[in-house]
């Protein structure tokens, strides 16, 4: 019995590739922002947010008042080889850039002091692949959770490990193939 969890570098080994993909991920961070910018951009409380729209926006404040504000799947390309200063790298950070500082006045100058960029595995309907890829049911894999593997791998864990004891079972849009 196996459980693969995997990232999209291991797509064409399990035979995924045409179920998932590997999508790049960028956030940047700010200088650090005055606690009157939070208040007059309405993020006073510098709680962390989620955005509605897609691609979604992500943000936190650190320790020492800089913003850190990321976009949810926003680039496809060469997972294997991506560098931040490839060009459509560039552009993915300059992007995001805009679209921060077009959000209030008060940022229209902010200053971008740091970036990143990694890859996620992502599927076109945005489910996670949780399912068996033997006929026995033995070896099952678990991937393209877009960007929210930490937040679900233990409970995926744990679901996966109940199937392969025979306590559980794959969700219903999990199949074989």
């Known amino acids: ?59 936190r404040v650190t320790a020492d008042g800089c913003a850190v504000i990321g ?27 805009q679209r921060i500082r077009g959000l209030h006045p008060a940022l229209h100058q902010v200053q971008i002091t740091h970036r990143w960029m990694g890859p996620l595995c992502s599927t076109e309907d945005s489910k996670p692949i949780l399912a068996s890829i033997d006929p026995d049911g033995r070896v099952l894999v678990a991937t393209g959770y877009r960007g929210h593997g930490v937040a679900l791998a233990s409970r995926v864990g744990k679901l996966l490990a ?15 193939w």
Do not use: M
Request: glycine share 10%; net charge negative.
């Open 1 to 59: 019995r196996a459980i693969f969890a995997t990232n999209p570098w291991c797509l064409d080994l399990l035979g995924l590739q045409e179920r998932a993909e590997g999508v790049h991920t960028v956030a940047i961070a700010t200088e650090p922002l005055a606690d009157a910018v939070y208040e007059a951009i309405g993020w006073g409380s510098k709680t962390p947010f989620y955005t509605l729209d897609l691609p979604y926006l992500w943000g």
């Open 71 to 97: 976009a949810g799947t926003t680039g496809r390309g060469d997972v294997d080889n991506a560098r931040i200063d490839a060009p459509d790298a560039v552009q993915l950070f300059e992007s995001l850039a």
């Open 162 to 176: 109940e199937v392969l004891a025979g306590h559980g079972k794959l969700p219903v849009w999990g199949k074989r």
